[in-house]
């Protein structure tokens, strides 16, 4: 049904800009020139799904994981409940969740941020664990408090592993979020779904969500590069 | 909860739920009438389908990405390919990944399983290579020692060792060649992703009875590939965590991104 209203749509501009390709839904630069604008707000509407979802998950996955690192028998449930979040396929979440959050962007958004979740607590807990014993005792030797040496030891030295998951947590969701329309989340996915076999469409759809989650992942790594001048100097 | 309509007495207090969990067994008129949808025959049709799709692509994403991984491993060659690969696979998402195939490659089953299969083999090739490398020097110096040729060595060696890191990249694969299959349907390939992608016919209750029929399908498969993974772990690796450390879920801690 979509084939034959792009087809429709095709013809129709063939006649007035002349350009053959649209009808055979093909990649078309021209069309492409005339029609960047539609996808200007469906690109922001990912973006704001994308780092709002992040940032919410990584609130949330950040506070547990420093709550387990003191209490170390809560890693595993807190594991099992986080990764069995990440199982449901997000298809199914976006529909699961409607009952009872309803069509919109909340219920995006709390998909999208229950796919961070295992993967930020995980890095989190990765990263703080992987702290040198030495440098935690001579923190303690030079009478640092707990709250000292986590804040001026034990994140600071966790930084990389920490950023990384908040790389993969990124991406993904960027990928997810395509999905969002689903849930009444709009972004770049409701375009790709509007017409899935017009090449041009799916190109510049699916080109700026890959786009997208690039560059979101070089402005996190540029971000980890300035925070951590150390691993250079190391290097 | 009012909203439940035709709900049968015992499911009407979950509302939109029962509903959707009577959709799943029960057939009904379609959103235009006419046609007969829902029931556990059309979505045992559906699910017969994504099984199907979804294993084949399993099957060949394991067969291809389980020897190179055991020979890259082994040879401790490739490391760069074995470890972007995973990130080149993260970097376009399967959804984006499905869409580009549908217009630009074609539909159908075998376009389908083809990008299930692309989406597959990074984490198993990944998981295979950081597995086999993670074997212990000593170890397998002492096979070479008792006179092993290398071929015996990863067979008997490395192989078994790296079996539990080579299923989590089979689990994380198999979970997202599910999630992925279900909207196979843009592809025109009927799974469980029918009624989900076609409100028009199968209404709200279709699409959520499909969803929670994909949950279940997926959350059974993690699990069913999680005690396989057990089953597959030498009795010395399990001896080596011991009872008495840190208790482990069936879950394992780290489930997908071996390389990072």
Not at chain 1, 40 to 58: D, Q
Not at chain 1, 71 to 90: A, F, H, K
Request: glycine share 10%; proline share 5%; charged share 15%.
């Amino acid at each position: 049904m979509t084939f034959e209203l792009v087809a429709q749509g095709g013809l129709e501009r063939r006649e007035r800009s002349g350009v053959g390709c649209i009808a055979e839904s093909g990649f078309c630069p021209d069309w492409i020139a005339d029609n960047y604008d539609r996808y200007i707000t469906p690109f922001f509407e990912h973006v704001y799904l994308t780092v709002v979802s992040v940032a919410i998950g990584f609130a949330i996955a950040f506070t547990l994981a420093l709550i387990a690192h003191r209490r170390q028998w809560l890693v595993g449930p807190i594991t099992g409940v986080t990764g069995t979040l990440y199982t449901v396929p997000s298809v199914a979440f976006f529909f699961l969740l409607q009952p009872i959050t309803g069509l919109g962007n909340t219920t995006a958004i709390v998909a999208l941020v229950c796919y961070t979740l295992l993967i930020i607590f995980r890095n989190v807990i990765t990263g703080l664990r992987a702290v040198p014993a030495d440098a935690k005792d001579a923190a303690r030797g030079m009478g640092l408090t707990d709250r000292q040496l986590l804040l001026r030891v034990e994140l600071p030295l966790a930084l990389p592993e920490i950023l990384a998951g908040l790389r993969i947590a990124t991406t993904t969701t960027v990928g997810l979020a395509a999905l969002a329309f689903l849930a009444g989340g709009g972004g770049l996915g409701a375009e790709l779904d509007e017409q899935p076999f017009f090449k041009s469409n799916v190109a510049v759809a699916g080109g700026l969500a890959v786009l997208l989650a690039a560059a979101l992942d070089v402005i996190i790594l540029t971000f980890q590069r300035l925070v951590t001048p150390w691993q250079r100097a190391a290097a | 909860m009012a909203e439940g309509r035709g709900v049968t007495a015992p499911l009407a207090f979950l509302g939109q739920f029962g509903d959707a969990v009577e959709f799943i067994f029960k057939e009904r008129d379609s959103v235009s009438g006419g046609v007969q949808v829902g029931g556990l025959a059309e979505l045992g049709d559906f699910a017969l389908i994504h099984l199907l799709v979804s294993l084949v692509a399993m099957v060949v994403a394991c067969a291809v990405s389980v020897p190179i991984g055991l020979y890259l491993g082994h040879k401790g060659r490739g490391e760069f390919l074995a470890i972007s690969v995973s990130n080149v696979g993260r970097a376009v998402p399967a959804v984006i990944l499905l869409f580009f195939f549908i217009a630009f490659v074609g539909n159908g089953f075998k376009n389908v399983a083809v990008v299930l299969v692309l989406l597959a083999i990074p984490p198993i090739l990944t998981n295979t290579y950081v597995g086999v490398r993670q074997v212990d020097r000593e170890l397998v110096d002492a096979a070479r020692g008792m006179g092993m040729s290398g071929a015996q060595i990863v067979r008997r060696v490395r192989l078994p060792l790296a079996m539990p890191t080579i299923f989590a990249g089979i689990r994380t694969s198999a979970v997202s060649v599910l999630a992925t299959a279900t909207i196979g349907p843009y592809a025109n390939l009927q799974t469980l992703g029918e009624p989900i992608l076609s409100p028009q016919i199968y209404d709200f209750s279709g699409q959520l009875g499909a969803a929670i029929v994909v949950a279940l399908i997926t959350l059974a498969a993690d699990a069913g590939i999680g005690l396989a993974q057990r089953a597959v772990t030498p009795r010395g690796l399990k001896l080596a965590e011991g009872p008495g450390r840190r208790p482990r879920l069936a879950l394992p801690t780290r489930r997908r991104e071996a390389a990072t």
